[in-house]
């Protein structure tokens, strides 16, 4: 199984960036992906999901209404769209597959596939 995070890069705040996340190896549809974020010296956090049912969930607090998730079943692919983009999105951004019940979606330890990590670079 593999996943490839791709798309990363500097924008300026307030700009846009759409990461994509590869995923071979599992049967993709039956998968919840999600992205994760860490920033230098914090903790990885949950950032955004798109359940194998097509349920999505946002980290409510810090990027709902200027993030979007989708995913291309046909093409194993995951995307997260970020628009209105701010400094403190600055950070390592991390898709994941797994198969956690609702209630632990966010949760980093319930994904057993992670991708390597696409840094994304906001300038203020």
């Known amino acids: 199984v593999q996943l490839q995070a791709s798309g990363g890069g500097l924008v300026q705040a307030g700009g846009s960036l759409r990461v994509s996340c590869a995923a071979s190896g599992l049967t993709f549809r039956s998968y919840t992906t999600s992205w994760f974020r860490q920033a230098p010296g914090k903790e990885r956090e949950f950032v955004a999901s798109i359940r194998w049912d097509g349920t999505t969930i946002f980290d409510g607090a810090s990027v709902q209404g200027r993030f979007a998730i989708s995913r291309d079943n046909a093409q194993n692919t995951v995307y997260l769209q970020m628009n209105s983009l701010k400094a403190e999105d600055t950070a390592v951004y991390y898709c994941?597959?797994?198969?956690?019940?609702?209630?632990?979606?966010?949760?980093?330890?319930?994904?057993?596939?992670w991708g390597q990590g696409t840094l994304v670079t906001v300038s203020s």
């Open positions: 994941a597959a797994g198969r956690p019940i609702y209630s632990a979606t966010r949760q980093t330890d319930m994904y057993t596939y």
